[in-house]
Structures are given as C-alpha cells and as structure tokens.
C-alpha cells in the first residue's frame, strides 16, 4: 500500500516518542534504584568505565585482544554484581534495561535498510484511523438499543435481529456474511451497524464506518483531484476487515458513483470480506437507482434484514 509523506512523517515522530519514552523510564528506574541501593551507582560508573575502554582498543592489533578479554571478564563481573543486587531487591533480571516497544529494531522504525514490521503496522494502522477520521464514529452500543419503541410481531422481530447482529458480531471473521439493513427511516440501522462497529474496533480489527454520501465524495476527490492519495482510501475501501456504508440512496449518484458502488461490493464479495450497507430503500429502489447488476449481487450474496417499527426517533421525541 502506498502512504502519503504526511503519514510517514506522522509515524516517524510516533517511534521517536516511543523510544524516548522507553529510555526515560529506564533512565527514571535506575534513578530511582541509584537511590534505594547505594552499591549500585559506583558499580554501574565503573561498568560504563569498562566497556567504554573496550570500545577504544577493538581493532587495534596485538595486545588489544588480550586487554579486552581481560575487561570483558571484568565486566561480566560487575554485571553479574548488579543482578544480584537487583535480586537482593526483588527485581526482575532486566529491570533497568531500556524496554522498547519492539525490540527488534529498538523503536527505531528500521532494522538498517528496511521498514521494521512494527513501523508498516503503524503506517498501516495510522492510515485506516485517516480514514476512519470523518465518520461519526460516536460508537453505539447493543446494550442501548430498546426495545420497548417496537410492538408486538414487530418487537419480536426486532429482537430476532438485534440477536442476529450481536451473534455477528461475536462470530465475526472473513467468512462472515455481508449484511443489508433495509427499511424505513429512524429504526435503528445506525445504531445497530455502529454497535457491530464499535466492537469490532475493540477487538482490534479495521472497520471503516461512513455515510455513503462521504464515501463517494472522498473517492471521487481521490479520483478526479490533484491529491496525492495514489488510490489510497480506495485500496482501503477494498481492504478493511468490514466496510460499512450507511445510508445507501441518499447521496447524489451519478455513473461515477454507481460504477464506484459496484466496485465495492463486487471486489469484497470476491476477497470474501464482509460489507454491512445500510438504506432506506427497498430492494427495488435499489435495482431502479443503480441497476440491475449491483441488486443481484446484493440479493444473491448478502444477509436481509428488514427492519421494521414506528420512528424511533420521533417517539422518543414525543416521550421528553
Ligand atoms: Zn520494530
């Protein structure tokens, strides 16, 4: 995937922060230690001293291998000196050694010549919450979505998909269906797409959540403007752990916007990753605003759930 110089530089300072923070905690511990064990600070003087000397002499011909064997021992010795005093303390073995986040490249970011996995999980993680930045994402959860708004068969089956989305979202992986929540304004789809979101993102997957409206005028700018994205939402429209578009038919379309739905459901369907759509169409709305093709799909391969009810919200007006 290819990162704007923006984003690099947003995970370059994000290392630099974590290796400074590392080395300041360990910096605090053996302060601290220094304090509680007077025998520490000369001992840890006089181990720099050492291995500051054996730097000097490496590679510097006869009599330098036999001088550095000799302070090498000596330092082994003063180390093992320190981890005794450390366990006179009860304190781990590397307590005051610096803990990087990654100890592989030591929160530099690079083992040398490559990107270390840890900086392109980063950059990776870095970019989906870019694009995650304008969703209103004010996360809704399963426990707040009543029941009481809907009546008799209607509660019942209501209940039936509030179950059908928690299960969901407790079983969720690639094999996972793709969901349509269709029906009226105002009976809940947000807020059960949202629940589903919001849980998913806590258990650490990439869910990418906005109105179909945005999504289309974000790939479009992507597309048709003189940023320098290189297709970048668009690859993370593709590939994001679940994609949610809400509101499907209240953007404006255009061919560009049908092609660009079309797209979408037709390349996740086809890497097996889920996609949850929410409309206030019916399924022949749907068919009449963006052809027959993207329909099929949808009926073909896609869960239906039909929500039913009164205006949640407009009861709920009514009730302050
Ligand atoms: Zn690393």
């Known amino acids: 995937m290819a990162y704007s110089r923006e984003l690099f530089e947003r995970a370059e300072d994000i290392m630099n922060q974590r ?3 590392a080395e300041a905690q360990a910096e605090k511990r053996r302060r601290e230690f220094s304090e509680a064990e007077p025998r520490y600070p000369a001992l840890q003087r006089d181990l720099a001293e050492g291995t500051m000397k054996i730097m000097q002499v490496i590679g510097m011909g006869k009599g330098a291998a036999e001088f550095v064997e000799q302070h090498r021992q000596k330092c082994q010795l003063m180390q093992e000196g320190i981890r005794e005093l450390l366990r006179e303390h009860g304190l781990p073995a590397d307590y005051l050694s610096t803990k990087y986040q990654c100890p592989i490249c030591e929160d530099s970011g690079t083992d040398g010549s490559h990107y270390c996995q840890c900086m392109k999980k980063l950059l990776k993680e870095l970019a989906f ?6 969703s209103p994402l004010t996360i809704s959860r ?3 979505f009543s029941l009481h708004y809907y009546q008799g068969e209607q509660q019942r089956h209501m209940q039936n998909i509030l179950q059908y989305c928690r299960d969901y979202t407790d079983t969720f992986d690639r094999d996972s269906y793709s969901l349509l929540f269709y029906g009226e304004t105002g009976l809940g789809k947000t807020h059960l797409s949202l629940a589903i979101a919001g849980q998913l993102i806590e258990k650490g997957l990439f869910v990418l ?3 179909t ?8 700018r992507e ?6 994205s290189d297709g970048e939402y668009e690859k993370m429209l593709y590939d994001c752990d679940l994609l949610i578009l809400d509101d499907l038919g209240t953007e404006f379309s255009t061919q560009f916007t049908v092609s660009a739905l079309y797209n979408i459901i037709n390349n996740r369907l086809l890497s097996g990753k889920p996609t949850v759509i929410s409309t206030n169409m019916d399924l022949k709305g749907i068919e009449e605003k963006y052809t027959k093709r993207i329909a099929s799909r949808i009926v073909g391969e896609y869960e239906l759930l039909h929500f039913v009810g009164n205006d949640v919200r407009q009861q709920k007006k ?3």
């Open 19 to 21: 290796r400074l923070q």
């Open 129 to 134: 919450k870019q694009a995650g930045e304008r």
């Open 142 to 144: 399963f426990e707040d």
């Open 209 to 211: 959540y906005d109105s």
């Open 213 to 220: 409206q945005n999504i289309m005028n974000r790939l479009e």
């Open 223 to 228: 597309r048709f403007g003189r940023g320098t």
């Open 318 to 320: 009514t009730e302050m």
